[in-house]
Nanobody, 125 residues
């Protein structure tokens, strides 16, 4: 089973940018769809973006479309990035990555597992 570790979170002013990383240990991402989700205090975890490694396809939540970009590191089959631009306070949350082995596209939120520990993103106004 793949194990995931998120990094790259931090505190940024509104309008700023951050790049999050999701790194795998144990196996490569080639057989997975990797998804980014986020959870704000008192809220449920929500889908942000996903990338189907084998099909090289991406999918975004409407709330981040045009601002966030999910991408893969082709030199390492074990890293997926989430570039977040034009951040606003509503983007404040703990960001998690998860792995979906089902091969279904697009993935359903319930297809994801192997969650990492999360990385905190805070956007000040």
């Amino acid at each position: 089973q793949v194990q995931l570790v998120e990094s790259g979170g931090g505190l940024v002013q509104a309008g700023g940018s951050l790049r999050l990383s999701c790194a795998a240990s144990g196996r490569s991402f080639s057989a997975y769809t990797i998804g980014w989700f986020r959870q704000a205090p008192g809220e449920e975890r929500e889908f942000v973006a996903s990338l189907w490694w084998r099909g090289d396809k991406t999918y975004y939540a409407d709330s981040v479309k045009g601002r966030f970009t999910i991408s893969r590191d082709n030199a390492k089959n074990t890293v997926v990035y989430l570039q977040m631009n034009r951040l606003n306070p509503e983007d404040t949350a703990v960001y998690y990555c998860g792995a979906d082995p089902s091969g279904r596209w697009p993935s359903r939120p319930e297809d994801f597992g192997s969650w990492g520990q999360g990385t905190q993103v805070a956007v000040s106004s």
